[in-house]
């Protein structure tokens, strides 16, 4: 029987020690290497061990599963999650092919995500999934990601995913939502600009900000404009024409 390694991180001493002797037990041929609390700890045990796979929580002191994946210079093992997330993080894991356990583990559902481990070790697939898998949660992470808009009286929680898009207006903002709702928040369009880029909005002119999910159309011309989900025509201003498009591809 061919021996693979693993360690074990999560941040409960309990589920370290009851999974280290659930493999132990019931998967002879995986050689625990160590266990860490947290992923200070993990990033220097997977440099010095250079383990075959791990068994991940996801939530950790310190950051969580995927800061730490963000922080390796490379992912060359599998990985096993083990996770409490909800069914959006799980339908992730399946898109993305990645093992996962969610707690309390069953034996039977260890046995099965070691034996796909092994599986997939042997054939050294060139498919990076735990890239795909961050990829997806990216996603999923980014929709259901919230933003505090300040307003004059106060402030107001929205989900990006509520946000079609926004307007400059002097020194403030107004943001138009989904249910056809406005908000004036008491900031500039470059500070949102800069602050949700990364979560797919693009700045199409000096006076505009849009949610490129809920670009239907594009026209073209010297500029061009952008035709919204909800029948609102945007124009792109020239000299920001090749960066929406960039981001549109």
Request: aromatic share 10%; hydrophobic share 45%; net charge neutral.
């Amino acid at each position: 029987m061919k021996q693979i390694t693993a360690l074990i991180i999560d941040d409960e001493q309990d589920a370290r020690e009851t999974l280290q002797n659930y493999v132990g037990k019931y998967c002879k041929e995986v050689t625990v290497l160590g266990t860490s609390a947290n992923i200070i700890e993990a990033k220097a045990a997977i440099v010095e061990y250079q383990p075959d796979f791990l068994f991940l929580d996801i939530e950790m002191p310190y950051g969580n599963a995927f800061d730490l994946l963000n922080d390796l210079e490379a992912i060359d093992f599998e990985i096993v999650f083990v996770t409490a997330f909800n069914q959006y993080a799980v339908q992730a894991f399946n898109l993305s092919a990645a093992h996962y356990l969610q707690k309390p583990v069953d034996i039977d559902e260890l046995i099965d995500a070691v034996s796909k481990v092994k599986e997939r070790l042997s054939l050294k697939r060139e498919i990076n999934h735990s890239k795909i898998l961050l990829e997806n949660l990216s996603a999923i992470q980014a929709k259901h990601q919230k933003v505090v808009l300040p307003l004059i009286d106060g402030f107001v929680v929205v989900q990006l995913q509520e946000i079609l898009y926004a307007e400059a207006q002097d020194n403030f903002t107004q943001f138009f939502l989904k249910d056809g709702s406005k908000k004036l928040i008491c900031r500039k369009l470059k500070f949102y600009e800069e602050a949700l880029s990364a979560y797919g909005f693009c700045r199409i002119h000096r006076s505009s900000l849009v949610n490129l999910e809920y670009v239907k159309r594009y026209i073209k011309g010297k500029g061009g404009a952008v035709i919204l989900e909800n029948g609102k025509e945007l124009q792109v201003a020239n000299t920001r024409k090749a960066g929406f498009l960039k981001r549109m591809s």
